[in-house]
């Protein structure tokens, strides 16, 4: 019953051909990450939204989009891959509490994206 | 200095030992804290939550030092499975991941 499902599992893609990673959630989740991870690294968090609110990391490249349509649904775009965009995708989902709670993420499977 | 930090390892432990993984973090106000285990080419897993009080799961023990601003996780009884890498997360307005420490139980 998996709960964050990422699609696909396995992407490759063209140096330069602009290429869409999917993440769909059933946890009615108000907050979705993605992230990047390259071997033996920890993820690296690319943005997220905050319902709506779309919250970017200073160091993202501009390459790199997301959109989120609805509340379970978000999307990560990738303009123009290069060569040092192949690493593992992941989308994560938590529930966001006001006052800060413990409240962990939880994960989709990642999509491994490939640049040839 | 990274705000969170880990054990570079790789630990290389006989199964059955005991296993200590320790982390670091730079900002005080710092509220919550977790241990996520990673396996090869898969997507990392919550493995506990650590609170104020410490915590245990079986053979896994979570402990938090607020004042010297460090968690720590106990891995009892050691087994094959228990092969991974384990990443300390911690949130302060955000997350902020370590880099993780690799553990290989040997046979």
């Known amino acids: 019953d998996a709960m964050v499902i990422q699609n696909p599992r396995y992407q490759v893609t063209q140096f330069g051909k602009p290429v869409t990673l999917s993440c769909s959630q059933t946890?009615?989740?108000?907050?979705m990450y993605w992230y990047q991870q390259k071997s033996s690294q920890a993820p690296k968090l690319l943005f997220h939204?905050?319902?709506?609110?779309?919250?970017n990391e200073a160091d993202t490249p501009d390459n790199f989009q997301s959109r989120r349509p609805n509340t379970s649904f978000c999307f990560l775009d990738i303009r123009s891959p290069g060569l040092g965009d192949a690493a593992m995708y992941l989308c994560a989902t938590s529930r966001a509490i006001p006052d800060g709670d413990n409240q962990p993420q939880h994960f989709g499977d990642g999509t491994r994206l490939s640049i040839l | 200095r990274k705000e969170v930090e880990q054990d570079p390892g790789p630990f290389n432990v006989p199964e059955g030992a005991t296993v200590a993984f320790n982390c670091t973090y730079s900002?005080?106000?710092?509220?919550?804290f977790f241990w996520y285990r990673q396996d090869c080419r898969k997507e990392p897993k919550l493995l506990m939550s650590v609170y104020s009080s410490g915590n245990e799961d079986g053979r896994f023990t979570a402990q938090l030092n607020r004042a010297s601003q460090y968690i720590s996780l106990l891995i009892r009884d050691s087994k094959l499975s228990d092969s991974a890498t384990y990443l300390c997360?911690?949130?302060?307005?955000?997350?902020?991941w370590g880099a993780g420490t690799k553990l290989i139980i040997k046979p």
């Open positions: 900002n005080s106000a710092s509220q919550s």
């Open positions: 946890l009615n989740h108000n907050v």
């Open positions: 939204y905050y319902d709506k609110d779309f919250n």
């Open positions: 997360v911690v949130r302060d307005y955000q997350l902020i």
